[in-house]
């Protein structure tokens, strides 16, 4: 027994001082942790201060019934469940039966609720019980942060994300500034290996993320998107994409890309304006014909004859949209009908024996390299040359017309930008300051690419002939007498690679008559361009159409028109008259709806969002709405008696 009790005796001496530190270490690691808290990332705003991202505190609820006194417990319990019936939905029997099962069971982490917000948090910790804390009242609250786009999918691939997906868009582009710094918690080990917070505060609290300013201007945004979702769902398109540029800044003022569904449907699949490059097919022409007249070897009077339409150029046909032809007609009407003959034979009777030099133009208007946007994923732009392996006998004439080159919408539209700013070529924005608690900390001023890419002589020139496009040419039918445009149509057939058919052949790569890209690019007015834009749709259905000018081009048409007409600006005129009747009617409609209801709730289905809020808040009543566009649904019916302050709720379209 003597020699047991040595034993004993040593080895808790030998617990307890020589390996003392060890076994505490290691129940502090098994029973006790430093739970992370994750900092709010930085919100991404809209240019006019909308909120496009942010991070929304979600919380979980449980409660340890064993903190809870018996005496505390059964005065309280009625009022407890009560309060949690009103807000969760279920009766407070249920809740009841709950919690007192809980308690036989020694339950000290039954989950109440999941994924509450903020302020519905902070009314639960006031409920009877709750509002006693962790230690006597039992409340245990689990934050989280989830991240929001309060605009929905509009624009969502720019604004984008940095999670376990990647880092794509804005909030990948800037994620080092956004992430802010994380807190931590202690929290303890309970039963069935449940882990409990110990305080009622955070250890340390996080910093939240710096905030990012966009160029994106919500109303702009909201005109693209669904003008191009319009006209990708009349026509049953694959995908596409419409951006809009402020000319003098580069600024991005809206930018969407919509992808077809298994099931119909569009979304913002993939960033297809600064992704994909591809043969951008007539609009490509812009830069051939600018080549010319800066070599002074063309002028828009030049005379091509285009023969009937059609010509072979080492056994490969070139041919009009005009079967017939356009017989001989001026360098100028060529762009303007968009004859590739035409283009083809002024390219190759002036470059054909000395590529390089039409190739160096191109390298001068900035079309050989990517934009150097900060957002990742920017697709490589392609132009052949001599030197290349792909170099061939017709690789110069298909160039002429938009073949044999790649590029994205993105490069294409700051090419076109460029003449519309007299030459000056910037670089596409989509961001414009980091702010910190409504403090500047960092701005991104606008980059010159090149000074000018071509002379002020063919730029003027280049200006008229795109003007006559739309005037007397191609895209006629978006002709508008309101307000001037210019632009180029472009209608590619699509290149399908080599591959195998379904019955295992194999078919060699080729231009499919069946798949098309149907493209605009242009700016807007013409006299003095406030934008530019470019709207490009991948494989309309081909019975409905697939030209340029009758896909695209109607995009760019309603997204000038409405810019033109709901955005102040100073290249318009303001006058007492309505010059549009529309507009001119629902400025009346609105009027003779706020003069007539006073205190009876006007019907507000139908109208825009915009106006209804107007209406109904001049009448002193509180406006909650959801969605955009049009209103479909208003809480309070028309005819009901309302007085200041009454809360209606809309739901817009």
Request: with cysteine; net charge positive.
């Amino acid at each position: 027994m003597s020699l047991f009790l040595i034993i004993v005796a040593g080895k808790i001496f030998e617990l307890q001082y020589v390996k003392g530190e060890k076994y505490k270490k290691l129940a502090l690691e098994t029973t006790i942790k430093n739970d992370t808290i994750f900092a709010n990332r930085g919100n991404v705003y809209a240019a006019d201060g909308n909120l496009l991202a942010t991070s929304i505190g979600n919380y979980t609820i449980r409660m340890d019934v064993m903190a809870v006194k018996d005496g505390v417990f059964e005065k309280n319990i009625a009022a407890l469940t009560k309060s949690l019936s009103k807000m969760l939905g279920k009766t407070p029997k249920y809740y009841e039966n709950k919690l007192r099962q809980a308690k036989k069971r020694r339950n000290r982490y039954l989950l109440i609720v999941r994924n509450i917000g903020y302020s519905d948090y902070m009314k639960m910790k006031n409920f009877p019980i709750f509002k006693l804390g962790v230690y006597r009242g039992g409340f245990i609250a689990e934050q989280k942060t989830v991240r929001e786009h309060p605009i929905g999918k509009i624009a969502e691939r720019t604004i984008g994300y940095n999670d376990h997906r990647g880092g794509a868009g804005i909030e990948g582009a800037f994620s080092e500034y956004m992430k802010g710094k994380n807190g931590w918690r202690l929290k303890q080990k309970i039963a069935k290996g449940q882990w409990k917070p110990i305080n009622d505060v955070n250890e340390q609290e996080p910093l939240d993320g710096k905030d990012v300013i966009t160029t994106i201007d919500v109303n702009i945004q909201d005109i693209t998107h669904h003008a191009l979702l319009k006209q990708m769902e009349y026509f049953e398109a694959d995908h596409g994409c419409a951006v809009v540029m402020e000319t003098a800044t580069g600024e991005i003022k809206a930018i969407s890309n919509l992808g077809i569904t298994s099931k119909g449907k569009y979304y913002e699949k993939r960033n297809y304006a600064v992704w994909e490059s591809h043969e951008p097919g007539s609009t490509f022409k812009l830069a051939s014909i600018m080549a010319g007249l800066e070599d002074k070897v063309i002028d828009t009077s030049t005379i091509v004859d285009t023969e009937k339409g059609k010509i072979f150029i080492n056994n490969r046909k070139v041919e009009d949209s005009n079967r017939d032809g356009y017989g001989k007609i001026s360098l100028a009407r060529i762009f303007e009908v968009s004859s590739n003959v035409g283009i083809v034979k002024a390219i190759r009777k002036h470059y054909d024996r000395n590529p390089e030099k039409f190739i160096k133009r191109m390298k001068q208007f900035g079309l050989d390299k990517q934009t150097g946007i900060e957002v990742v994923g920017e697709g490589k732009p392609f132009i052949p040359s001599p030197k290349n392996k792909l170099w061939s006998p017709i690789a110069l004439e298909w160039m002429a017309w938009g073949y044999g080159v790649s590029l994205t919408p993105l490069q294409v539209l700051t090419f076109y930008n460029a003449v519309a700013n007299k030459g000056k070529l910037v670089k596409p924005r989509f961001v414009k300051e980091l702010r910190v608690g409504g403090k500047v900390v960092k701005k991104f001023d606008k980059v010159v690419l090149k000074k000018r890419i071509a002379s002020e002589q063919t730029i003027k020139k280049v200006v008229r002939v795109m003007e006559n496009v739309v005037k007397k040419g191609t895209a006629k039918s978006v002709y508008s007498s309101n307000f001037s445009m210019a632009g180029k149509t472009g209608t590619a057939k699509k290149w399908i690679p080599k591959h195998k058919n379904k019955k295992g052949e194999i078919i060699s790569g080729h231009y499919s008559n069946r798949k098309y890209v149907a493209s605009f690019a242009g700016f807007f007015p013409v006299e003095n361009p406030k934008y530019s834009c470019i709207v490009v749709i991948h494989e309309p259905k081909v019975e409905k159409g697939y030209y340029g000018a009758k896909v695209a081009a109607p995009v760019f048409k309603e997204i000038a028109q409405k810019i033109y007409t709901s955005i102040p600006s100073s290249v318009q005129m303001v006058t007492d008259s309505v010059v549009n009747k529309s507009i001119g009617k629902d400025y009346d409609n609105y009027y003779a709806v706020l003069s007539k209801y006073k205190t009876i709730m006007p019907k507000v289905v139908g109208m825009s969002g915009m106006d209804a809020i107007a209406i109904l808040e001049n009448m002193g009543l509180k406006v909650q709405f959801s969605g955009l566009g049009k209103v479909v649904e208003q809480s309070i019916p028309r005819g009901e008696k309302v007085k200041k302050g009454n809360i209606v709720h809309l739901k817009l379209s």
